[in-house]
């Protein structure tokens, strides 16, 4: 790899440089291999949705989708300015954007600030455009918000967690903490990934840093 492509994988494309997409979305099997519920929208009205970028998504999903009140979950892209791009364009670097999961929850069952913990404690969150040995803008580390509460109870359990890593001696926190933009699905066939490829790579992994007595020490939890 040159250092072109090495820089370009590291920086995001403003809207001139950006790849054009296409308008139409990506063709989906509707059910989730696991949970056997629909994986597109619309969801049940008493369920809340939220969005995360921890690096590569076939772990984060797996995550995810094992947490009791987790109504369902997919894989997609999000963050960035190509309309439903597919995998090879958001690998170039040259769409903006990140790999996340949508996580469709109940919040009588599992609160948003319980997420929050698992988002914290699963991923390096002070690694900039990388994760682990995954390097690239689609590896960051991001908090997708779906509105002033969801906003305020990230932003708090961010500074919580910093103060935590200070405390172990790990660097600043990296993680974008922005209003949701449109998800766009990933290829079918990363849907549930590692619960259809059960050796498959999966390169998550935290600092060994827990956060969730800091945040419900300040009454999110």
């Not at 059910?31 to 949705?49: K, N, S, T, W």
């Not at 009791?68 to 963050?79: D, E, K, L």
């Not at 405390?167 to 066939?189: L, Q």
Request: proline residues 5%.
């Amino acid at each position: 790899m040159g250092l072109f492509d090495i820089r370009k994988k590291h920086a995001l494309p403003d809207e001139t440089s950006a790849l054009s997409g296409r308008q139409l979305p990506m063709s989906l099997t509707n059910e989730h291999a696991v949970l056997g519920r629909p994986i597109c929208p619309p969801f049940p009205d008493h369920c809340q949705q939220a969005m995360f970028g921890m690096g590569c998504f076939w772990g984060v999903e797996r995550i995810f989708w094992g947490i009791s009140g987790v109504f369902t979950t997919a894989v997609g892209y999000s963050a960035g300015g190509t309309p439903n791009p597919t995998y090879k364009e958001v690998c170039s670097g040259q769409t903006g954007h990140n790999e996340v999961v949508l996580v469709v929850f109940d919040p009588t069952e599992v609160s948003y600030a319980a997420l929050l913990t698992v988002f914290w404690e699963n991923h390096n969150p002070t690694q900039g455009m990388r994760q682990g040995n995954d390097y690239g803008t689609q590896y960051r580390s991001g908090i997708y918000t779906f509105d002033s509460d969801q906003q305020a109870i990230a932003d708090l359990s961010k500074a919580d967690y910093q103060a935590r890593l200070h405390s172990a001696r790990f660097g600043e926190v990296t993680t974008e903490v922005i209003a949701a933009t449109p998800f766009y699905y990933a290829e079918d066939y990363h849907q549930q990934y590692l619960h259809k490829n059960p050796g498959g790579y999966c390169g998550i992994g935290g600092t060994g840093v827990t956060c969730a007595v800091g945040v419900g020490a300040k009454g999110v939890l």
